[in-house]
């Protein structure tokens, strides 16, 4: 039997859950942003899985290893739970076009968005897509959810003005973000 597709929400790490201190790679640079503990637990109270989904190009960059990601990622989940949140999943590229080549998996490439939602049964039409660069909601586009971009110090000049003009809306916060999504969501399709 298949289990029902559920709507989730797909986050971006750097910017939107921690400040984005530039390539974090140590926990001791990791902080939450205000708010985004109360904004996640609210989508965790609502049944709403929460799912990251981060490029992390420092790995193929040289500034960071793998177990030093798996550190930070460790932390922001224990920053979380203080909390009362949880991420009900992590997805990462560590890839650079510059050191890599291109690859599917780099935001606002759709692998990763695809891969969560077989591995978590996710209605990805039916999800929101929500960072502080125009990339981490770009792919709410291709896949008919919702994107938001939420203005951080971190976006970059013109990503405000690419959403609007992709249908992107632009909030000022992760918690006025999870108030929209969840006024738009029916109250019956959150744990379905």
Not at 108 to 119: I, K, Q, S, T, V
Not at 129 to 150: N, S
Request: some cysteine.
């Amino acid at each position: 039997m298949t289990r029902p597709r559920r709507p989730a929400a797909f986050l971006d790490r750097d910017g939107t859950i921690i400040h984005d201190t530039g390539y974090v790679g140590k926990e001791a640079s990791v902080s939450l942003v205000p708010g985004a503990g109360a904004a996640i637990r609210r989508l965790n109270e609502a049944g709403i899985p929460v799912v990251v989904v981060t490029n992390q190009s420092g790995i193929a960059r040289g500034l960071f290893t793998m177990a030093d990601y798996d550190d930070v990622r460790a932390h922001v989940d224990a920053l979380l739970a203080e909390q009362g949140a949880r991420l009900d999943g992590h997805y990462m590229c560590p890839h650079h076009p510059e050191v890599d080549g291109p690859c599917e998996c780099r935001k606002p490439g759709l692998l990763l968005f695809r891969r969560a939602a077989d591995e978590h049964a996710l209605d990805l039409g039916r999800s929101v897509f929500i960072g502080d660069r125009w990339r981490d909601a770009a792919p709410a586009t291709a896949l008919g959810g919702l994107g938001l971009l939420v203005l951080a110090p971190s976006t970059p000049p013109g990503d405000a003005d690419h959403a609007r003009a992709d249908g992107i809306a632009v909030v000022s916060s992760l918690g006025e973000a999870v108030d929209r999504f969840l006024a738009a969501l029916p109250a019956s399709n959150a744990t379905q």
